[in-house]
């Protein structure tokens, strides 16, 4: 990141005090991680509740580093410190502040996307489309949290036109805290489902958290929502002209037509997507809406959903030497997004022999057990060749599977080497096989047991 600004203007931005170096001296690079730290960077000392960087303050530290931006009271005596320190209070809130004080340099359309599914792929298309038509600054991967948010922000020079940022949240408070650092113009909220009920207990405190991105817009901001989701379509009539609807109602600004197909603004576009499922068409409408919004051609809308190809884990195409089909999409998983992804596979692979590999669906709190079962009973109804379980909260899906009977395989373990091998006789040419489960589950482990590699 090429910041553009002095050691003074960090320190007073971050809420803290130079101790040791030149205030008019140019900042390099700002780096949390000593694993990437590169020569010149300056290293953020971020406290968390498993670690603390302070811990990382060495001599060799100060060798490769510019400087420090460490916790008052933190430098040990006896440790050699680097041209530069700043302290401060709170690192994180510095780090924030920072960020704040570096997006208000920009005066660009801001994007903010959260909501309960969808928002990376959301992300991804929209910045396949503002690339289009100007230089686009992104949230990289999952930074999408209190730390991850600042560091993307961070990243905004003078070049670019558009700025997109993915704003995740597992608590009340949590949208409002990253909304605050960047600032957004335009908000998207794609969806809402029953994720992180461990925290929020309800699904109208979940709202309200996701909401917290409208509170944040300026009065004249526009918010584009899923008008299908019963939820969202409450807030168009508090909206007014400010709501950007999509979805497959006609009268949404972006509604789906068909396969391959959205209508924009009354105007038909045919789009030949990378992607399959319900799930990826809402993703595309969210996207193509949020370009409108933001004065996009619909060609170059197009153009971009066209360019758009599967982020890393989410609906990844992936090969085997079999010749079977994979698809893996093991980085996240809620009920809303358990069944989408399954229903997008049956339909994408109707004609093959179908292989699921599910795993624990965390974050559910005291709904688990039952958001477990009903995804039981309801894979008891699919045509499926074989399911296989894995983790102690997918017990309830076995449990419902079990009782119903169906015509397929049902296996479960409380880890994948439990089935491992029967798995992998399955892998056939002929045969689809879906792996879904959240990120903890490390599916990933698996699919590189099975040799399984990602199609470039």
């Known amino acids: 990141m090429k910041l553009e600004m002095t050691w003074d203007e960090l320190a007073r931005a971050a809420g803290g005090k130079l101790l040791r170096g030149d205030l008019g001296r140019g900042v390099g690079p700002i780096c949390t991680d000593t694993r990437t730290l590169q020569a010149g960077d300056v290293f953020w ?88 038509v100007g230089a686009t600054c992104a949230t990289l991967g999952n930074h999408n949290n209190q730390i991850g948010v600042p560091l993307s922000v961070l990243e905004l020079t003078e070049e ?50 996701k909401a917290e991105l409208i509170e944040a817009l300026r009065e004249e901001g526009q918010a584009v929502i899923n008008i299908d989701d019963p939820w969202l379509a409450g807030l168009e009539p508090r909206l007014g ?31 030949a997507l990378h992607t399959f499922g319900l799930l990826s068409r809402y993703n595309a409408a969210a996207a193509a809406a949020a370009a409108w919004a933001l004065g996009i051609p619909r060609e170059a809308i197009r153009k971009g959903l066209e360019d758009y190809r599967p982020a890393h884990w989410r609906m990844e195409p992936m090969r085997h030497a079999s010749g079977c089909s994979v698809i893996f999409d093991a980085y996240n998983a809620n009920p809303a997004s358990m069944r989408a992804a399954i229903e997008a596979f049956c339909e994408e692979f109707s004609k093959q022999a179908k292989v699921l590999v599910l795993g624990d669906m965390r974050e559910l709190g005291p709904e688990s057990t039952r958001f477990h079962k009903e995804l039981g009973e309801w894979l008891a109804t699919l045509p499926l060749s074989a399911v296989y379980l894995a983790g102690p909260e997918i017990q309830p899906t076995f449990q419902a599977l079990s009782d119903a009977k169906p015509g397929f395989r049902v296996r479960h373990g409380s880890a994948p080497e439990a089935w491992l091998a029967d798995l992998r006789r399955d892998c056939a040419k002929g045969t689809a096989v879906l792996f879904k489960a959240s990120r903890a589950m490390r599916f990933e482990d698996v699919a590189a047991d099975l040799q399984m590699q990602a199609i470039s």
């Not at 971020?46 to 008052?72: C, E, N, V, Y």
């Not at 805290?177 to 929020?200: K, M, Q, S």
């Open 45 to 132: 000392a971020l406290q968390g509740p498993r670690f603390d960087a302070h811990d990382l303050l060495t001599k060799d530290l100060a060798a490769k580093a510019s400087g420090w931006i460490m916790a008052l009271g933190r430098l040990p005596p006896s440790t050699a410190a680097p041209d530069h320190v700043v302290v401060v209070p709170d690192t994180l809130k510095a780090l924030q502040a920072l960020a704040a004080h570096h997006r208000r340099r920009f005066d660009i359309p801001i994007v903010g996307i959260t909501g309960s599914n969808g928002k990376t792929t959301t992300k991804e298309m929209l910045l396949c489309i503002c690339r289009r």
């Open 160 to 209: 670019h036109r558009y700025g997109i940022f993915e704003l995740a949240d597992s608590k009340p408070g949590d949208i409002a805290e990253v909304a605050r650092i960047a600032h957004p113009t335009l908000a998207v909220i794609t969806n809402l489902g029953p994720d992180h009920l461990e925290f929020y207990g309800t699904m109208e405190k979940n709202f309200q958290t």
């Open 241 to 271: 002209s400010r709501a950007v609807t999509f979805g497959t109602n006609a009268r949404a600004r972006v509604s789906l037509a068909g396969e391959g197909e959205l209508i924009i603004d009354r105007h038909r576009v045919k789009v």
